[in-house]
Every structure is written in C-alpha cells, then in structure tokens.
C-alpha cells in the first residue's frame, strides 16, 4: 500500500487538493456535507466525496484515503491477497487501515522526512516542522516520523486537557485542567509506551515549554503512569496550545561498545 502510494505521489504535479486528484483519470472530487462522515469513494460513479464542514486539514486527509481506496481497488493482486486472508468486518478494518497506511505516504514525501530527522534529529521539534510543512495533522506526523526513526525515541504530542471529574466531586466544582499526553508513538524496537492521558508534572521541561513557548531541550525524563521516571534527552517543542516532545532514552549500559 505504501509502495502504491508513494508511487501514486512521486507521479503527481503537487501534494495540493487539485494536485492529488491528478493521478485519478475521470474521477470527479466532489466537497458536500456529509454528517459525521469524513468522506466515500464511489467507485460506481467514479466519485470521490469529502465532507466540506470539516477543516481543511482533515479535508486534505480524507481526500488522500479515499484515493488510497481507488488505488487499491485498481490493485487486483493486492485486493485478492487481502480478501483470501481477512474476511467480514476484519478485512473492512484492514482496508480501512491500509487506507490510513496509503494517505500518510500520499502526503509525506520520504524526501521530506529524511530532511527533517536530518536537520533537527529524532526531536519534538522535527515532529513539529513535518507536521507543518507537509500540511498534516500532529499525530499523522508522529506516526510516520516514528516509523523512520533509528534512534531509541518516544514521540509525544501533549495538550492541556481537562481532567475526568471523580464521583463525589461538587457538581458546581469546574473540571480540573492539566497538561498530558494526547498521543504517542516510539520509534521501532522501542519497548516502552506513554499512554493517552499520562499527566506531565509541573516541572518537567515539557510544561515549561508550554509556559514559555520556548523550544527546551534538556536531560530529563519520561514521565511514565505508574509515577515511574525514566532518565531521557527532552526535546520540547511548543506549537500553539500543544507541545510537540521526543523522549531519547539511554541505550541500554550492556549494549554499548566498550
Ligand atoms: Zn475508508
């Protein structure tokens, strides 16, 4: 699927809405309300929709799905290689995933990348500059930037949030807001994970970049649930309300030349 897309982008004049469409002979694009549905692709009519109420961020990310969906439904030995090993709800998952799989290559140029882990490192802040110069939203970003990271790294987009209320608390009580971890993704071998939600202390540098708006890098550590610290490299890079992180962890002592 990444193979099919990445071939589809490299043939195209540009990564824009009009662009992407270039590849697709006769199908016609067409921006309609659709409820909470983000888009179709009606291969019948030959018809690609997209919500028009969403931002045109997602727009832009659904457009490129539903081209994914084309792509592979233009794939003979791909689509009968999925439907001999899934079936029923599972392979619609499957399709569905791939599809995701497809729309992050379509609009992630491998050039593009290379160049950021290049220039920044496996940083908080090559999370932030991928997600703003190929025009995706932070957590495709971050997968992706994962997916190519050699370094034994944690990804983290962190948001203020407000906290779920306790049963018992004053109805009157507002909710209590802090900032935590909205998604996460760690490089491959990586055996550690941050889960969603995982609340960030007051004095790690990752709120202090949010206080500041100051990119931070410094020696810290990666505030795990259970309270656990691990000792990490920080790199915190604020972007808007958000932070952009990467936690590099130590290599381990025993694999370490000597
Ligand atoms: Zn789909």
Do not use: W
Request: hydrophobic share 40%; glycine share 6%; aromatic share 6%.
């Amino acid at each position: 699927m990444k193979m099919l897309a990445a071939d589809y982008a490299a043939r195209l004049p540009g990564l824009d809405t009009h662009s992407l469409m270039h590849g697709l002979d006769g199908v016609q694009l067409t921006f309609m309300p659709m409820g909470d549905r983000d888009g179709a692709y009606d291969p019948e009519h030959r018809v690609i929709l997209v919500n028009s109420r969403v931002r045109p961020e997602r727009q832009r990310f659904t457009l490129a799905h539903e081209i994914s969906h084309a792509l592979l439904l233009g794939d003979d030995d791909l689509l009968s290689d999925l439907h001999d090993a899934y079936e029923g709800d599972r392979l619609e998952q499957v399709i569905e995933t791939l599809c995701n799989v497809g729309a992050a290559a379509l609009l992630i140029p491998r050039t593009l990348i290379d160049e950021m882990l290049s220039r920044f490192g496996p940083t908080g802040r090559a999370l932030g500059e991928l997600s703003r110069r190929a025009d995706i939203s932070a957590s495709t970003a971050l997968y992706t930037l994962a997916e190519h990271t050699t370094e034994p790294v944690l990804y983290a987009v962190c948001a203020v949030a407000r906290l779920p209320m306790d049963e018992g608390d004053d109805e009157g009580e507002r909710p209590a807001k802090a900032l935590t971890v909205r998604v996460s993704s760690a490089a491959p071998g990586v055996k550690y994970s941050l889960r969603p939600g995982t609340p960030i202390p007051d004095d790690h540098p990752v709120a202090a970049a949010l206080d500041t708006r100051l990119p931070i890098t410094q020696d810290s550590y990666v505030p795990f649930r259970s309270g656990r610290r691990m000792p990490a490299q920080v790199d915190a890079f604020p972007d808007r309300h958000r932070v952009m992180a990467s936690f590099l962890l130590p290599v381990r002592a025993e694999a370490a030349p000597v």
